[in-house]
């Protein structure tokens, strides 16, 4: 009678041993495996051996799901890796590792969303790794296809930007389609970051360069936690980020952020390893060091957008509107600012002069793309001046300078260094706003 009872653990072993071993996901992902996109479910995943990461359908809002990689302990699930940024897909979409060995991404209605593009033999299975690299080898085991080759906004350490890679930020915090800012490390060796044409992503204005041509070769994180820029022979070139903190207790990841600013962050894995910092993601290098002033191009709006006014502290670039002015889209601050009053008339009968007044700013600009400038003159000139021009919106007044500005207004920003003011002509009487 005793034998039954005593068995009785093994037979709860046994019969948990299935549902374990459905959890344990370091293996590897054979042929024919697929996962589905649903919103009452979070176990649409695969993970690394260890947990750290997980390769899956993430949802973003009301709007879809994007098929991700991300840090899966902790709470913010950060995504380090996406496929359809551009193009979420809706619940039901799945991701399939084919038993031909193709991967891709078909939404509900079985339309091609994305798929993993290489050359050569087929893939004989999956693996999501411990280092956040989602990966498809062929039966020798060589990887045929890697997450790493093709980043999105960010890398982990281990991961090598060659000649040509490209990091771009996304649109907004939330938003994962490709943004307006750009890092690469170009053919001719040299390491920027540059604003792009949006919805473009050509070049437009570099603002951080490491000046390497002819000797750039590679940008590695490294599994120690720093960020260099190596030359063909492997000597360090440029140490963009030494890291100061433990591997051991720390995530790490660099990415392109949607402000432009290239961020070396890191994170605790746990509240028992954090040290007293917080179970949020703080960054140890921020490169370029104040966007605001470095964005200066004669082709875009600057680090914010147009009309806009930039400044920066320890948390990054912050963007706001002039006096008389608000957000176009607030959801989307770099859309820039429009007038809250009605322009000035150009009409010579009717010129409004009276109608119009100046807000100071102090150490206040938008560089570049004056459309006349006057030296050797009094304020009281320059604002008579504006008032009496309908085309101007701003005048900088610096040292007996007085450089009048039209809209859209570019490169705006506020910093102890500039020094000066800007005059922001204003509508005297609002209530003329239809
Ligand atoms: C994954 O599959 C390859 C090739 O079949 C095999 O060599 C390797 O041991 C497998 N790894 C795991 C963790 O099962
Ligand atoms: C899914 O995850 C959320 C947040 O972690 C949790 O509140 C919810 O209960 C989970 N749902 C299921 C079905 O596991
Ligand atoms: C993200 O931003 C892009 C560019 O403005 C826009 O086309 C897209 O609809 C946005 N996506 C979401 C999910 O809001
Ligand atoms: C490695 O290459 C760099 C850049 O081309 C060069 O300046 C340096 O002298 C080289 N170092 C060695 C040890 O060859
Ligand atoms: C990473 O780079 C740093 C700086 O060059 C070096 O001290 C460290 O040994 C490197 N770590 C590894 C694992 O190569």
């Known amino acids: 009678m005793a034998c039954p ?3 009785l653990p093994f037979f709860f072993l046994f019969m948990f041993l299935p549902f374990s071993t459905l959890a344990q996901t370091s293996k590897n992902i054979s042929l024919g495996s697929s996962l589905t996109a649903l919103n009452e479910d979070n176990s649409s995943s695969w993970t ?7 390769f899956g359908f993430q949802r973003i809002g009301k709007y879809g799901f994007l098929l991700a990689i991300w840090f899966d302990k902790i709470k913010d699930k950060t995504i380090v890796w996406s496929a359809n940024g551009d193009n979420l897909v809706p ?13 891709m991404l078909n939404d509900a209605t079985g339309k091609r969303i994305w798929s993993a593009q290489f050359v050569g033999p087929g893939v004989a299975y999956a693996s999501m790794l411990d280092t956040g690299n989602f990966v498809l080898a062929d039966r020798s085991s060589s990887n045929v296809w890697e997450s790493f080759d093709e980043p999105t906004d960010t890398i982990l ?5 060659n000649q040509n890679d490209k990091l771009f930020a996304r649109y907004t915090a939330t938003n994962y389609s490709r943004g307006r800012f750009m890092f690469i490390l170009q053919s001719d060796g040299n390491l920027l970051l540059y604003t792009t044409r949006f919805p473009l992503p050509t070049n437009n204005f570099a603002y951080f360069a490491t000046m390497t041509m ?14 260099y820029l190596t030359a063909k022979n492997g000597s360090i ?22 402000d432009g600013v290239l961020r070396h962050s890191v994170h605790p894995k746990t509240a028992a390893s954090s040290a007293g910092s917080p179970m949020a993601w703080s960054p140890l290098t921020s490169e370029p060091s104040n966007i605001c002033l470095r964005i200066e191009g004669a082709i875009g709006s600057g680090a914010c957008g147009y009309n806009s006014l930039c400044s920066y502290n320890d948390k990054g670039p912050t963007c706001q509107c002039p006096y008389g002015y608000t957000f176009i889209d607030p959801n989307d601050i770099l859309k820039g600012c429009k007038q809250n009053f009605v322009s000035q008339s150009c009409d010579a009968a009717l010129p409004e002069t009276e109608s119009f007044d100046f807000h100071e700013m102090q150490s206040t600009e938008w560089a570049g793309g004056g459309y006349e400038q006057f030296t050797s003159v009094s304020e009281e000139w320059c604002r008579q001046n504006c008032l009496d021009d309908c085309f101007c919106v701003v005048a900088i007044f610096k040292d007996r300078e007085c450089e009048k500005k039209r809209i859209p207004l570019s490169n705006g920003r ?3 260094s500039i020094g000066g003011k800007a005059l922001i002509k204003v509508r005297k009487d609002n209530s003329l706003k239809y």
């Open 214 to 227: 002819y000797a750039g070769f590679q940008f590695i994180f490294n599994q120690s936690g720093y960020l």
């Open 237 to 258: 070139l440029n140490m963009v980020s030494s890291n100061t903190v433990s591997m051991q207790n720390f995530y790490h990841k660099v990415t392109l952020e949607h």
């Open 157 to 161: 350490p281990t991961q090598i930007l």
């Open 48 to 54: 690394s051996p260890s947990g750290d990461f997980a």
């Open 414 to 416: 506020m910093d102890p």
């Open 91 to 103: 619940e039901g979409s799945k991701v399939e590792l084919s038993n031909g060995g193709k991967f």
């Open 5 to 7: 009872l005593i068995n």
